[in-house]
């Protein structure tokens, strides 16, 4: 089990407490980063905590980022953040201590109290085992936030890093109020406006070998209405056919560079994300800010990946 009393010390050591999470962030970084905000403050109502980064993520069902005036003296704790470049925010650096809580490989071994472990499917369920640990009081809100990031990263439960444990993880949540079949209906339905979408950038796939891709520029967003974020939503239309075994989406964006969200049924592509400045799990990764040279590199080395 982890270090909790490491890190309630820490916790109970400091009058202001600032969140963090990745940039670009998915469910598991808004939702472990929000359920541990929702948990603190209540269990703490006479400290200040507060979360850090930016609101162009599209999730809904997540409350908008705080960004307040800085504290002479704070505790940042960064989640389901493997390296210091990703953190949304460089105002943690002026943190007199800092807790990391992640489950991706180690790439930057930075804070005090490193609460890291790889073999866990989210960032959500290391923070629901702490929570669990610390045996402090629970409520559905804060179960909920949790449940989402562990629904998101998991895709519902049906890829390789469920285990046993984030079934655990989650009972946990359930038996402390989350509504499992709501958070569902509000992560994973989809308007009419979100098909009518998919339906026009199918058309742009492409496929090489086992790799298939689509290329989403400026132009074709501005007429859908869309932005980069919301053409990299929309990676997963290329999932569940038979034929390809690796799938990625480029969306452009405003300053004329693209964004990628990589996708593999097997094949690791989060090598390749690193190799270009971008990270996140061995299945499903993303890649912030290349060059349209670079994003025709990557589609020939994920073309070759897809034969091996």
Same mark, same amino acid.
């Given at each position: 089990?982890?270090?909790?009393?490491?890190?309630?010390?820490?916790?109970?050591?400091?009058?202001?407490?600032? $969140?963090?999470?990745?940039?670009?962030?998915?469910?598991?970084?808004?939702?472990?980063?929000?359920?541990?905000?929702?948990?603190?403050?209540?269990?703490?109502?006479?400290? =200040?905590?507060?979360?850090?980064?930016?609101?162009?993520?599209?999730?809904?069902?997540?409350?908008?980022?705080?960004?307040?005036?800085?504290?002479?003296?704070?505790?940042?704790?960064?989640?389901?953040?493997?390296?210091?470049?990703?953190?949304?925010?460089?105002?943690?650096?002026?943190?007199?201590?800092?807790?990391?809580?992640? =489950? =991706?490989?180690?790439?930057?071994?930075?804070?005090?109290?490193?609460?890291?472990?790889?073999?866990?499917?989210?960032?959500?369920?290391? $923070?629901?085992?702490?929570?669990?640990?610390?045996?402090?009081?629970?409520?559905?809100?804060?179960?909920?936030?949790?449940?989402?990031?562990?629904?998101?990263?998991?895709?519902?439960?049906?890829?390789?890093?469920?285990?046993?444990?984030?079934?655990?993880?989650?009972?946990?949540?359930?038996?402390?109020?989350?509504?499992?079949?709501?958070?569902?209906?509000?992560?994973?339905?989809?308007?009419?406006?979100?098909?009518?979408?998919?339906?026009?950038?199918?058309?742009?796939?492409?496929?090489?070998?086992?790799?298939?891709?689509?290329?989403?520029?400026?132009?074709?967003?501005?007429?859908?209405?869309?932005?980069?974020?919301?053409?990299?939503?929309?990676?997963?239309?290329?999932?569940?056919?038979?034929?390809?075994?690796?799938?990625?989406?480029?969306?452009?964006?405003?300053?004329?560079?693209?964004?990628?969200?990589?996708?593999?049924?097997?094949?690791?592509?989060?090598?390749?994300?690193?190799?270009?400045?971008?990270?996140?799990?061995?299945?499903?990764?993303?890649?912030?800010?290349?060059?349209?040279?670079?994003?025709?590199?990557?589609?020939?080395?994920?073309?070759?990946?897809?034969?091996?």
């Amino acid at each position: 089990m982890y270090n909790t009393q490491e890190f309630l010390n820490l916790v109970e050591a400091y009058d202001t407490i600032y $969140v963090y999470r990745h940039t670009n962030p998915d469910g598991d970084a808004l939702g472990s980063q929000l359920g541990m905000t929702k948990w603190l403050r209540y269990n703490y109502p006479n400290k =200040h905590v507060h979360t850090f980064g930016q609101d162009d993520h599209g999730f809904k069902i997540y409350d908008k980022m705080e960004n307040p005036e800085l504290a002479d003296v704070f505790l940042a704790i960064v989640i389901d953040t493997a390296n210091q470049d990703r953190i949304d925010s460089d105002t943690y650096l002026k943190a007199e201590k800092i807790i990391k809580i992640d =489950h =991706h490989l180690e790439v930057d071994q930075y804070g005090d109290l490193q609460i890291v472990d790889t073999t866990r499917g989210s960032a959500c369920e290391i $923070v629901a085992d702490i929570f669990k640990a610390c045996d402090l009081k629970m409520n559905d809100e804060i179960a909920n936030t949790t449940l989402s990031g562990i629904l998101t990263d998991t895709i519902r439960f049906s890829i390789e890093n469920t285990s046993a444990q984030t079934l655990m993880s989650a009972a946990f949540l359930l038996e402390n109020g989350a509504n499992i079949s709501e958070l569902n209906a509000k992560i994973f339905n989809r308007s009419l406006t979100f098909f009518e979408v998919r339906r026009t950038l199918q058309n742009l796939v492409q496929w090489n070998n086992a790799f298939a891709y689509a290329i989403v520029d400026k132009k074709t967003q501005d007429s859908l209405g869309i932005t980069d974020r919301g053409a990299k939503d929309q990676v997963n239309m290329m999932s569940g056919i038979e034929e390809f075994a690796i799938w990625a989406i480029f969306a452009e964006k405003e300053d004329g560079r693209y964004t990628a969200s990589l996708r593999s049924r097997s094949a690791t592509v989060s090598d390749l994300a690193n190799e270009y400045r971008g990270g996140g799990h061995r299945l499903a990764c993303g890649i912030g800010d290349i060059s349209f040279e670079e994003v025709q590199e990557i589609i020939a080395k994920l073309a070759e990946i897809s034969q091996n």
